[in-house]
T-cell receptor
Framework: DGGITQSPKYLFRKEGQNVTLSCEQNLNHDAMYWYRQDPGQGLRLIYYSQIVNDFQKGDIAEGYSVSREKKESFPLTVTSAQKNPTAFYLC??????????????????FGDGTRLSIL | EDQVTQSPEALRLQEGESSSLNCSYTVSGLRGLFWYRQDPGKGPEFLFTLYSAGEEKEKERLKATLTKKESFLHITAPKPEDSATYLCAVHSDYKLSFGAGTTVTVRA
């Protein structure tokens, strides 16, 4: 079955530590995204990538970094510079299309998330 | 800046009691409105995409409608398995902007 796999399901971070969240997809999607979900708030975009070896900052990129070396993989690193990392992190992917210079409006499909907490 | 507001925040229904969820939005150039269902501890599951005012989509007991300023998700004769958080998102330019969701609880 095609889908998005996030690991680990739970992660704990110590002070001053960087941690990396894994996201793998076998849907052959070009575009991938990272969101953060906090209680009572909508999902907020951290980073997105429309093509391999290219990625863009979202609305809350400070304290995070990403890489996109392979089409199917988009890992997220939560650095020690992120002072409030406790949240539910969601990875998504979608077909990427650009028609007439505008990004296509394809639905995004999500993994089952990683819950990050501070030790 | 794009804004998405969902109401109510929480909805408790008796099994079989139909109701509607609201998603009002402000966006510069709507290029799609999406509804998702999210179960506790899981990622959102895609339900519908609506592209233009007047459009309607249905799936089992769920029906989504769209106007120029808002969308409704109607739940007809809900069952306990319809209990979940329902998220609305609007697509403009490169990204989705999400509302905070409506948590629906259906009691048997």
């Amino acid at each position: 079955d095609g889908g998005i796999t996030q690991s680990p399901k739970y992660l704990f971070r110590k002070e001053g530590q960087n941690v990396t969240l894994s996201c793998e997809q076998n849907l052959n999607h070009d575009a991938m995204y990272w969101y953060r979900q906090d209680p009572g708030q909508g999902l907020r975009l951290i980073y997105y990538s429309q093509i391999v070896n290219d990625f863009q900052k979202g609305d809350i990129a400070e304290g995070y970094s990403v890489s996109r070396e392979k089409k199917e993989s988009f890992p997220l690193t939560v650095t020690s510079a992120q002072k409030n990392p406790t949240a539910f992190y969601l990875c998504a992917s979608s077909i990427y299309s650009k028609i007439g210079g505008m990004v296509g409006n394809q639905p995004q499909h999500f993994g089952d998330g990683t819950r990050l907490s501070i030790l | 800046e794009d804004q998405v507001t969902q109401s109510p925040e929480a909805l408790r229904l008796q099994e079989g009691e139909s109701s509607s969820l609201n998603c009002s939005y402000t966006v510069s150039g709507l290029r799609g409105l999406f509804w998702y269902r999210q179960d506790p501890g899981k990622g959102p599951e895609f339900l519908f995409t609506l592209y233009s005012a007047g459009e309607e989509k249905e799936k089992e007991r769920l029906k989504a409608t769209l106007t120029k300023k808002e969308s409704f998700l109607h739940i007809t004769a809900p069952k306990p398995e319809d209990s979940a958080t329902y998220l609305c998102a609007v697509h403009s330019d490169y990204k989705l902007s999400f509302g905070a969701g409506t948590t629906v609880t259906v009691r048997a």
